[in-house]
């Protein structure tokens, strides 16, 4: 059997963003039936990489070496008309955070058959069965905003397989996903390689994702030395916080109860959820995917508002909206998202985004916030250059600990983080932890953390809270929270 010509090919690739590295030398085959991971840390131009392989660059970035070929094309040089027809018809992209490429005004039925090579011929339940989500529970009718984060990113990848591409490129596939649902896409993308000769290529950190399905390996390195989060280099010691006498929670959760969606797509998700953060101490939420993590988290921020139940912050009763707090209680709980890329603008720096909470919450001068946003920036592993830098030329997991050091920023006593290590390599997803950790001990600072890395979870939680998906929770206290310190 004759070997099939390739559908893409990069040679001794460099993309530079001014005189800063984006990509250093990277040599890449794409092969039709053949899936390709691309691996290495944050910040050593993965994401970039595939970017170029459809053709759109970060604004400013140019290639410096190399060579690159998709498809018969140097798609680099294309006309803006043939690399429209090219990417409509025989690529497709599904990058790091596809809910903020989800139209939130169309439903799951309509974004699916937008891009169909055959929109009356084409399936949705097929192609939602293909990615593992439900068909008898009505999300085909749902919009973005009533999906989880892991149901947007299985989503989105339906909608890129409706158009039957040549080759399909995926970034971070599997960040926010349980463990299940994992091996479900690697078998899913193992299929869709040897059964209809797609190349593909994705980026992973996750060593066992790319072991079950990838046939080719590729490790990039960093085109710049990678800073990592100053922070002690001692193992992880869950429970042994150093919190203050009187160890009182602050925030209280009784008889929570949660719904999400609309009309008959409404369901419930928390039920009679009772939960204590203490100072100190981490809570890990675990849960498969669609389970209410998200939704329990943008509950205590008041971003959804219950159904019944109350919350307590510091003992004084919290409102349910956001709105209705003062000032000071919204700077007390701070929000990480899932998907940071959504939730920076565009438009600012890194550090007009850090200054305008430190003006906000203690009226800071502008021309006085540079020293307080250099340390935010070394404490989450950036260095003080990345405040003059826009989100579009960060990787994934800088965004991700830009938007830890926004939420620091505010000086919180309460810090909630959407599966934050989830596009993050090894080494900088224990940083992070080990960032978090010190926060704890040295701030007394409760910190709640939504993850499928149950290992990861179990390392550094006092207290796991195991969401069912019908609205049930069960609790684990892995580590006692600490008794008050006798005076």
């Not at 004759?2 to 800063?20: E, K, M, R, V």
């Not at 960093?222 to 429970?239: D, E, F, I, L, S």
């Not at 550094?460 to 005076?487: I, M």
Request: with cysteine.
């Amino acid at each position: 059997m004759s070997t099939p010509a390739p559908a893409a090919h990069a040679t001794a690739l460099t993309i530079t963003l001014g005189d800063t590295p984006l990509l250093a030398g990277a040599a890449l085959t794409l092969t039709p039936g053949r899936i390709t991971a691309v691996t290495g840390p944050s910040g050593a131009g993965k994401t970039t990489l595939l970017r170029a392989l459809v053709g759109s660059l970060p604004p400013g970035a140019r290639v410096t070496a190399g060579s690159l070929t998709v498809l018969g094309h140097d798609i680099l040089t294309l006309p803006p008309e043939e690399l429209r027809r090219l990417r409509r018809h025989r690529l497709a992209f599904v990058g790091q955070d596809p809910g903020s490429g989800l139209n939130p005004r169309m439903r799951v039925d309509r974004l699916i058959t937008e891009t169909a090579v055959d929109r009356r011929g084409v399936c949705v339940p097929d192609l939602l069965r293909a990615v593992r989500l439900p068909v008898d529970e009505g999300l085909e009718r749902r919009r973005t905003a009533n999906l989880s984060g892991g149901q947007q990113r299985r989503v989105a990848l339906a909608r890129a397989l409706a158009r039957r591409p040549a080759i399909l490129l995926l970034d971070e596939p599997t960040a926010g996903l349980d463990a299940a649902l994992r091996d479900d896409i690697a078998d899913l993308l193992r299929d869709l390689a040897d059964c209809d000769a797609i190349a593909i290529a994705l980026t992973s950190h996750d060593s066992d994702f790319v072991a079950r399905c990838a046939d080719d390996v590729l490790a990039l390195r960093p085109a710049r030395p990678v800073a990592t989060p100053n922070t002690p280099a001692t193992p992880p010691v869950p429970g042994q916080a150093c919190v203050p006498a009187g160890t009182e929670p602050v925030i209280e959760v009784k008889a929570l109860d949660a719904r999400v969606g609309t009309g008959r797509t409404r369901r419930q998700v928390l039920a009679g959820l009772d939960l204590s953060l203490h100072p100190g101490t981490l809570t890990g939420i675990t849960g498969p995917s669609g389970c209410g993590k998200t939704t329990l988290l943008r509950t205590l921020a008041g971003l959804h508002r219950p159904e019944a139940g109350s919350i307590t912050l510091g003992g004084e009763p919290l409102a349910p909206s956001y709105r209705r707090r003062t000032r000071d209680q919204r700077r007390r709980i701070q929000l990480v998202p899932q998907n940071p890329l959504g939730a920076l603008n565009p438009a600012h720096t890194v550090g007009a985004t850090l200054t305008r909470p430190l003006r906000l919450h203690f009226a800071r001068p502008a021309d006085r916030c540079g020293t307080r946003v250099a340390e935010l920036l070394t404490a989450v592993g950036l260095t003080p250059d990345h405040a003059a830098r826009y989100p579009h030329e960060l990787s994934g997991g800088q965004r991700q600990r830009i938007s830890i050091a926004r939420a620091l920023a505010a000086e919180p006593d309460v810090l909630l983080c959407d599966e934050v290590t989830s596009a993050l390599d090894a080494d900088t997803a224990d940083g992070i932890m080990e960032l978090l950790r010190t926060l704890r001990t040295d701030q007394g600072l409760a910190v709640v953390l939504v993850s499928h890395d149950l290992p990861l979870v179990s390392a550094y939680a006092d207290t796991v809270l195991r969401l069912t998906g019908a609205g049930e929770a069960l609790q684990a206290q892995l580590h006692p929270v600490p008794s008050p310190v006798p005076n």
